[in-house]
């Protein structure tokens, strides 16, 4: 393993001093900071930094890296994905263009029935290699961990397929990876009259497969009008509960559908999309250990409404930031630009999209313990920006590339 050295940082940002797991409402607002700062880390973790004053040199370094005037931020973590998908469905958006909504063109057998469809045809080699070069692209873009979910594959030989990939992937790659099995994510054809039956053949055949294979890390369900009720929501999650799974779930992106507190009943540890929260939402979410999440990049293709992320900081909450990224609602992985978005449309500051799309991230895939914030003993993993004015125009330029070099893990990508 290796030693590397960055030295003469303009600022490192995020540090982490006093062990926070998450940050939460006023919290948001604050990003620790070192001027004139140098960082060191030994076999992919990091094992010092501070002020360039205080630094004294005990060992050689195998590589150092002068980043004057240059700053450093943490490495982005998206905790919420499908980037396991076969094939794109760019054409389904001309549909969206003509004015079909989501459900409309879900119910005539697109949206996520025809990614099932591709994902059927395509085998297992070819899905890896496939989400293999998504993984690819987001490394690049400064991700050094990442949530997947299965949710295409509707029956067990197709989600399992998944999973496995999600699996290979974890050893294949650098990055963090935990899998969630979205056991119910839409309702196949075969049972479009009898979604109850779909249920209990998820709760018997699929869900007891996921886990004698251990494929899982998490269960999710598509909680929201026109997909799974409260009650079936329930009844997965109590199954999935007694293999041990924690959820994460799809809650509110539709209406004001009860996700949010089905999924705070459970103990889950996020909810994500949020578009539909109100005051009850927002109580429910106070007394929880649960991180909101919010996916700018799925509000936007999709023009839906903006979830209330500033008035959520403001009563106290945290908010995490992820891409969502999947072939139907939200066909990119850039975290950068996901918290662009997150200041442009959410109102939210550029110190609490960082808090949102690194360590309230990293919470919301229960690794906040390693990884999103530099802390002694955590992953290696920061990216150091190209020379720029303020770190506020790093979301800023919204189209920008300012990422010039990504550590992952202690190496360079
Ligand atoms: O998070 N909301 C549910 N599922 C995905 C969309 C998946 C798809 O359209 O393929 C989402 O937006
Ligand atoms: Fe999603």
């Known amino acids: 393993m290796s030693n590397l050295l960055i030295r003469n940082i303009k600022i490192l940002w995020g540090v982490n001093r006093n062990g926070f797991l998450k940050k939460s409402g006023v919290e948001m607002s604050d990003l620790e900071s070192i001027d004139d700062a140098f960082l060191c880390i030994e076999n992919g973790k990091i094992i010092e930094f501070g002020k360039m004053s205080d630094f004294s040199q005990t060992s050689d370094f195998d590589e150092i890296i002068d980043a004057s005037d240059k700053m450093v931020i943490p490495s982005f973590v998206d905790s919420h994905t499908h980037l396991v998908y076969a094939g794109s469905r760019e054409i389904e958006y001309i549909d969206k263009i003509k004015g079909l909504t989501y459900e409309e063109i879900a119910k005539r057998g697109g949206g996520i029935l025809n990614s099932a469809k591709l994902l059927h ?31 295409y594959g509707l029956y067990p030989k197709d989600e399992l397929k998944m999973l496995r990939v999600i699996q290979r992937l974890k050893t294949a790659t650098r990055l963090t990876i935990k899998s969630t099995f ?12 009898r979604q109850s039956e779909y249920v209990d053949f998820v709760v018997n055949e699929t869900l007891p497969q996921v886990c004698e294979e251990n494929l899982a890390d998490f269960v999710d369900v598509f909680c929201d009008k026109g997909f799974f009720t409260i009650a079936e929501t329930n009844r997965i999650l109590e199954a999935a509960a007694a293999h041990g799974l924690r959820p994460k779930i799809h809650a509110n992106e539709l209406d004001f559908s009860g996700g949010v507190q089905v999924g705070v009943k459970h103990h889950a540890l996020s909810v994500d999309h949020l578009e539909y929260v109100g005051d009850a939402e927002i109580s429910a979410l106070l007394n929880s250990k649960t991180m909101p999440t919010i996916l700018p990049g799925a509000a936007l293709f999709l023009n839906l409404p903006h979830a209330p992320a500033r008035k959520m900081i403001d009563a106290g909450l945290p908010i995490a930031v992820a891409s969502d990224f999947n072939p139907g609602s939200s066909p990119s992985g850039n975290m950068k630009l996901m918290l662009s978005l997150a200041m442009i449309n959410h109102r939210m500051t550029v110190r609490e999209c960082l808090n949102a799309g690194t360590i309230n991230t990293a ?21 150091i920006l190209k020379e720029i004015p303020s770190l506020e125009f790093f979301l800023y330029a919204y189209g920008s590339d300012l990422i010039e070099t990504v550590v992952l893990k202690g190496q360079i990508v």
């Open 121 to 151: 045809e395509t085998s297992e080699d070819e899905l890896f290699e496939q989400s293999l070069h998504r993984i690819r692209e987001i490394e690049k873009q400064g991700t050094c961990a990442v949530e997947i979910k299965s949710g």
């Open 182 to 193: 979205l056991a119910a994510h839409a309702v196949p054809a075969e049972f479009k009259t």
């Open 363 to 383: 919470y919301a895939m229960n690794i906040s313990d390693f990884c999103g914030s530099i802390k002694i003993g955590n992953d290696a993993d920061c990216l």
